[in-house]
C-alpha cells in the first residue's frame, strides 16, 4: 500500500487544481483512505485493507493517505470524519465511504463499483 502526498495525489488519482469535473488520472481503479494514526477504526481497517491489497493486486491500487500530513487533499474532498474511504473506478464518478467497513463491504464495493465490467 503507498501513501499519498498532495503532489502524488495529484498524478495518480485526480489533479482537483487544474481540473473542475472529476478526471481520474490512474491506471488502475483505486481505494483510497483518508486516515490518522491515532483514530482507533482507523486501526481497524487498516489490516483489512492490506489484506486486499494482496488479493487485488494488478486489478486495483489502495492508497492511504494521513490527514493529519495532507490536511489540504483531506480539506479538498471535505474530510470530517476517518476512517473516509474514497472508491475511484477507471470510469465513472468515485464514491465515498464512511466509517469502518467490515472486509465483505469493502469486496462489494470492489466488485459493484470498481470492477464492474
Known sequence: MEHLTLETFK?????????K???FEGELPCIID???DWCGPCKIVAP??????????GKIH???VDTEAETELA???GIRSIP???????DGQPQMSM???PKESFKQAISDVLLKN
Open 21 to 23: 469535473e472529476w478526471k
Open 48 to 57: 483489512i485493507l492490506d489484506e486486499l491489497s494482496k488479493e487485488y493486486e
Open 11 to 19: 498524478e495518480k488519482v485526480f489533479n482537483f487544481e487544474t481540473n
Open 62 to 64: 489502495i492508497y492511504k
Open 84 to 90: 473516509s474511504i474514497l472508491f475511484c473506478p477507471k
Open 75 to 77: 480539506g479538498a474532498f
Open 34 to 36: 483518508f486516515y490518522a
Open 99 to 101: 466509517g469502518a467497513l
